[in-house]
T-cell receptor, first 114, second 116 residues
Framework: KAGVTQTPRYLIKTRGQQVTLSCSPI?????VSWYQQTPGQGLQFLFE???????NKGNFPGRFSGRQFSNSRSEMNVSTLELGDSALYLC?????????????FGPGTRLTVL | AQSVTQLDSQVPVFEEAPVELRCNYS??????LFWYVQYPNQGLQLLLK??????LVKGINGFEAEFNKSQTSFHLRKPSVHISDTAEYFC??????????????FGAGTTVTVRA
């Protein structure tokens, strides 16, 4: 079974621009979560989608948004980029049943904001 | 809310020596516990997990962890490390019985450096 895939793997943007990252979950997984990883803050939860609905959200400003499609693929968007948004963005998928289950991570997208 | 503390930020160890990475959590409700490993320039790979049942959990690559509810700990161990175990290790917790709370809360990570 193919793992979680994320595209692109690397991105360079400038302040003020916007960016869209994509995540394809493991086949059969209906839940997709996004995390931001930085040296200073570590791994922080952004949001989680299940059946095209945002089910949970972390403490990030409204510039961070996401969506999920009917095939469970997910995208996250960051508008008006700031230098502090430079990070590794990780996507994780899980079956998404009634209780939290094991999350499997993709390789991440490395975003650099100049 | 739950939180995770990894007590060691860096652990240097010689090849073939044992290693223990310490993780403590705080939560007012029952939890699921996980250990993930991250190799340079890669995502997170699941090493092992505790959901219920036996408190001693065996994972991939010879790792094991023990859930201790009274001490709220979930320490990771390996009896003999290899150079290839050099990586960053993350302990994480989720709350299975809190409605709509599916997120993982991570510790700050422990960098393991294995020397020949």
């Amino acid at each position: 079974k193919a793992g979680v895939t994320q595209t692109p793997r690397y991105l360079i943007k400038t302040r003020g621009q916007q960016v869209t990252l994509s995540c394809s979950p493991i086949s059969g997984h209906r839940s997709v979560s996004w995390y931001q990883q930085t040296p200073g803050q570590g791994l922080q939860f952004l949001f989680e989608y299940f059946s095209e609905t945002q089910r949970n959200k972390g403490n990030f400003p409204g510039r961070f948004s996401g969506r999920q499609f009917s095939n469970s693929r997910s995208e996250m968007n960051v508008s008006t980029l700031e230098l502090g948004d430079s990070a590794l963005y990780l996507c994780a998928s899980s079956l998404g049943g009634g209780v939290p289950d094991t999350q499997y991570f993709g390789p991440g997208t490395r975003l650099t904001v100049l | 809310a739950q939180s995770v503390t990894q007590l060691d930020s860096q652990v240097p160890v010689f090849e073939e020596a044992p290693v223990e990475l310490r993780c403590n959590y705080s939560s007012s409700v029952s939890v699921y516990l996980f250990w993930y490993v991250q190799y340079p320039n890669q995502g997170l790979q699941l090493l092992l997990k505790y959901l219920s049942g036996s408190t001693l959990v065996k994972g991939i690559n010879g790792f094991e962890a023990e859930f201790n509810k009274s001490q709220t700990s979930f320490h990771l161990r390996k009896p003999s490390v290899h150079i290839s175990d050099t990586a960053e290790y993350f302990c994480a917790v989720s709350q299975p019985h809190v409605s709509n709370d599916y997120k993982l809360s991570f510790g700050a990570g422990t960098t393991v450096t294995v020397r020949a």
